[in-house]
């Protein structure tokens, strides 16, 4: 149906998906239900290293273990709304067959996945209402590989839109909230599964980034992630609203409750070699001697960037930064303040190739009435302004608002023929070689 008939698809869909969503919640095993036991507090206090030891030797089961994090996992979205997918019967279904491998490096461990991750017989909505309804035939590579492992995916988690917001909302879905305080973010767009972690409903997850998106949450949700290198994870079958985008790759990355957990997962992951099951990751080794080394390193030399000279941080951030600076200068470590090569013309090469499309892409998956980010909609509007006037208005904002620096940010603001584009493809790697 063609706008602004497909309103009421839209409207449709989203109704459906979260009836779908409290239905599969109010029908699960009384189990789901029940209170936290002392077993699941011994099971929430202990790291995953220590869990996956104990269901290879058949100490617990690993039904045991999904029950109970499942069990916060339902109290974390009565209170934070950060889930989309409810996939524990297909969990526990699989936790019991004999397709789990109780051998493997996360034998057992329930693990969470953002939504833009595809699982078999569960949409990847995105976000988005035209892509309910649509079921994915197969898993994607990244969850044949943790199931292989040994891992149970077992929820999904929420997302802006764009997922280029520091929000975590769409129509679909609702709006997450950060786990901490109802009134503030969980950050974005990997929000839904920061706020499982620092619920605690999930030990262990993977989000996505490109600018951000699984950094920002857990800053603001106080757990800890890892943004990869391009190639260092698989990431054949994801799913995007931009599709094609390569200007600014993004990545698969792990999320964690711990540190402790995060090294895990990260080398367990690692381990399985996932270049045999995906031809973008590299064939690059965990490296146990480099692990070792680090770990027995008693003194380190930190680098500090107090402002990217863009946007300071907030008094309550730098505060923070300045009270961790303290006190690892009194544990002995070394502290050097870093100034890389221009963050400011870095931001800029990023928001041209991330928009080059001139927003033509993840603008195509909206039907009528379907909820924009404020931040996008606001950029996406003003991309459609006619050239000339831009430059009026880039004029005023630069000589008469006199906000040079986001002046230059709104000059390149336009959509990008193939000759443009690759023109600041080639900045982008002449700032590359000056890091």
């Not at 459906?16 to 507090?41: E, G």
């Not at 997922?163 to 503030?184: A, I, M």
């Not at 003003?382 to 009026?392: A, D, E, T, W």
């Given at each position: 149906?063609?706008?602004?008939?497909?309103?009421?698809?839209?409207?449709?869909?989203?109704?459906?998906?979260?009836?779908?969503?409290?239905?599969?919640?109010?029908?699960?095993?009384?189990?789901?239900?029940?209170?936290?036991?002392?077993?699941?507090?011994?099971?929430?206090?202990?790291?995953?290293?220590?869990?996956?030891?104990?269901?290879?030797?058949?100490?617990?089961?690993?039904?045991?273990?999904?029950?109970?994090?499942?069990?916060?996992?339902?109290?974390?979205?009565?209170k934070t709304h950060c889930?989309?997918?409810?996939?524990?019967?297909?969990?526990?279904?699989?936790?019991?067959?004999?397709?789990?491998?109780?051998?493997?490096p996360l034998a057992g461990?329930?693990?969470?996945?953002?939504?833009?991750?595809?699982?078999?017989?569960?949409?990847?909505?995105?976000?988005?209402?035209?892509?309910?309804?649509?079921?994915?035939?197969?898993?994607?590579?990244?969850?044949?590989?943790?199931?292989?492992?040994?891992?149970?995916?077992?929820?999904?988690?929420?997302?802006?839109?764009?997922?280029?917001?520091?929000?975590?909302?769409?129509?679909?879905?609702?709006?997450?909230?950060?786990?901490?305080?109802?009134?503030?973010?969980?950050?974005?767009?990997?929000?839904?599964?920061?706020?499982?972690?620092?619920?605690?409903?999930?030990?262990?997850?993977?989000?996505?980034?490109?600018?951000?998106?699984?950094?920002?949450?857990?800053?603001?949700?106080?757990?800890?992630?890892?943004?990869?290198?391009?190639?260092?994870?698989?990431?054949?079958?994801?799913?995007?609203?931009?599709?094609?985008?390569?200007?600014?790759?993004?990545?698969?990355?792990?999320?964690?409750?711990?540190?402790?957990?995060?090294?895990?997962?990260?080398?367990?992951?690692?381990?399985?070699?996932?270049?045999?099951?995906?031809?973008?990751?590299?064939?690059?080794?965990?490296?146990?001697?480099?692990?070792?080394?680090?770990?027995?390193?008693?003194?380190?030399?930190?680098?500090?960037?107090?402002?990217?000279?863009?946007?300071?941080?907030?008094?309550?951030?730098?505060?923070?930064?300045?009270?961790?600076?303290?006190?690892?200068?009194?544990?002995?470590?070394?502290?050097?303040?870093?100034?890389?090569?221009?963050?400011?013309?870095?931001?800029?090469?990023?928001?041209?190739?991330?928009?080059?499309?001139?927003?033509?892409?993840?603008?195509?998956?909206?039907?009528?009435?379907e909820t924009n980010d404020?931040?996008?909609?606001?950029?996406?509007?003003?991309?459609?302004?006619?050239?000339?006037?831009?430059?009026?208005?880039?004029?005023?904002?630069?000589?008469?608002?006199?906000?040079?620096?986001?002046?230059?940010?709104?000059?390149?603001?336009?959509?990008?023929?193939?000759?443009?584009?690759?023109?600041?493809?080639?900045?982008?790697?002449?700032?590359?070689?000056?890091?």
């Open positions: 149906m063609f706008p602004p008939f497909d309103y009421w698809e839209h409207y449709r869909a989203c109704r459906d998906k979260q009836l779908q969503r409290s239905r599969r919640v109010t029908q699960l095993p009384f189990a789901y239900h029940q209170p936290i036991t002392l077993n699941d507090h011994n099971i929430l206090s202990r790291p995953v290293e220590e869990l996956v030891q104990d269901v290879q030797k058949q100490i617990i089961s690993p039904v045991d273990i999904l029950r109970c994090y499942s069990k916060i996992a339902l109290l974390a979205h009565a889930l989309t997918e409810i996939m524990l019967p297909e969990a526990e279904r699989w936790a019991q067959g004999e397709g789990l491998n109780l051998k493997g461990i329930p693990v969470s996945l953002k939504d833009s991750i595809s699982v078999a017989g569960f949409d990847v909505t995105l976000g988005f209402s035209v892509n309910t309804g649509q079921p994915c035939e197969d898993d994607g590579t990244l969850v044949k590989i943790l199931k292989a492992a040994g891992a149970i995916p077992y929820v999904k988690t929420n997302l802006p839109t764009t997922q280029l917001s520091f929000e975590s909302s769409n129509d679909v879905w609702g709006r997450t909230l950060n786990p901490h305080n109802p009134d503030y973010t969980p950050g974005g767009s990997t929000g839904g599964e920061a706020a499982l972690l620092a619920f605690g409903g999930s030990r262990i997850g993977v989000g996505s980034d490109v600018a951000g998106s699984v950094r920002a949450p857990a800053h603001f949700g106080g757990c800890y992630s890892l943004r990869c290198s391009t190639g260092r994870w698989a990431k054949m079958d994801r799913k995007t609203m931009l599709p094609g985008q390569e200007g600014i790759p993004s990545v698969f990355s792990p999320m964690a409750r711990t540190l402790q957990d995060l090294n895990y997962f990260s080398r367990s992951f690692i381990q399985t070699k996932p270049w045999l099951w995906d031809h973008s990751v590299h064939p690059l080794e965990w490296r146990p001697y480099i692990e070792d080394k680090i770990r027995h390193q008693k003194v380190f030399k930190i680098g500090v960037i107090r402002t990217d000279g863009v946007v300071d941080p907030s008094p309550a951030c730098a505060r923070a930064l300045e009270r961790t600076v303290s006190a690892l200068q009194n544990q002995g470590h070394s502290i050097k303040d870093v100034t890389p090569p221009s963050p400011y013309v870095a931001r800029q090469v990023a928001s041209v190739l991330l928009n080059s499309d001139g927003y033509r892409t993840f603008l195509s998956f909206f039907r009528t009435g404020p931040g996008a909609s606001q950029m996406s509007l003003y991309m459609k302004i006619p050239r000339p006037l831009k430059y009026v208005y880039y004029l005023w904002v630069k000589y008469v608002r006199r906000d040079r620096i986001w002046a230059e940010f709104l000059r390149p603001w336009h959509e990008k023929p193939a000759y443009e584009h690759w023109q600041w493809v080639s900045k982008r790697e002449a700032y590359k070689a000056l890091a």
